[in-house]
């Protein structure tokens, strides 16, 4: 809600549990043309997620921090989100690159 009641995202893309939820809890919020009904987004180093993005705002952060090659990126967002052992084997090999 700090954002929010901060005036961040009123002119930023953003998401949250939902719009209601953000113009519930915060009387200063006036984002509503920049909120986006996904999981997580990222806009110019600001990214925000719903409490059932913590997974896909995980993989936005270290996107933008460039922890990874996009290859491992890709297979470690995979892993996590299937748990199919493939992707597990090729974030290794990504690493090892």
Not at 12 to 33: I, P, Q
């Amino acid at each position: 809600m700090r954002l929010a009641d901060e005036g961040v995202l009123n002119n930023r893309v953003h998401t949250s549990n939902s719009l209601d939820y953000l113009k519930m809890f915060s009387s200063n919020y006036n984002g509503e043309a920049y909120y986006k009904e996904e999981k997580a987004v990222a806009d110019s180093h600001l990214i925000t997620a719903g409490s059932a993005g913590a997974l896909l705002f995980a993989k936005l952060i270290l996107e933008e921090l460039q922890v990874f090659s996009e290859t491992a990126l890709a297979a470690w967002y995979e892993y996590f989100h299937t748990g199919d052992p493939q992707y597990f084997y090729k974030l290794m090999e990504a690493a090892l690159d």
